[in-house]
Nanobody, 119 residues
Framework: QVQLVESGGGLVQPGGSLRLSCTAS????????MGWYRQAPGKQRELVAR???????NYIDSVKGRFTISRDNAKNTVYLQMNSLEPEDTAVYYC?????????????WGQGTQVTVSS
């Protein structure tokens, strides 16, 4: 059974920092592309950052220079370091694991963790 468990969300003031963690079980973590998505109230879920199995990263423009995604394959964990947080970053953040196997997309999601940026 595949599980992705996120942690690290919470309430933070504008300009503050949080680090999200997502620990996976039931998959060969090292070969999966890992991503962080977010969904704000009334908006569609969007990709925030992604890291491939060879540690190539990409980010949406609005978080470049503020967020950093990283992975620790020994711990089956992916992180999202979020600095200089803004109220617009408020959302539920979801961890995603994906890979292609014989043409089939294997795609798994965590339950989400709330991030609220407010004074």
């Amino acid at each position: 059974q595949v599980q992705l468990v996120e942690s690290g969300g919470g309430l933070v003031q504008p300009g503050g920092s949080l680090r999200l963690s997502c620990t996976a079980s039931g998959i060969r973590f090292a070969i999966y592309r890992m991503g962080w998505y977010r969904q704000a109230p009334g908006k569609q879920r969007e990709l925030v950052a992604r890291i491939t199995s060879i540690a190539t990263t990409n980010y949406i423009d609005s978080v470049k220079g503020r967020f950093t995604i990283s992975r620790d394959n020994a711990k089956n964990t992916v992180y999202l370091q979020m600095n200089s947080l803004e109220p617009e970053d408020t959302a539920v953040y979801y961890c995603n694991a994906g890979r292609l196997r014989l043409g089939e997309l294997l795609d798994y999601w965590g339950q989400g963790t709330q991030v609220t940026v407010s004074s």
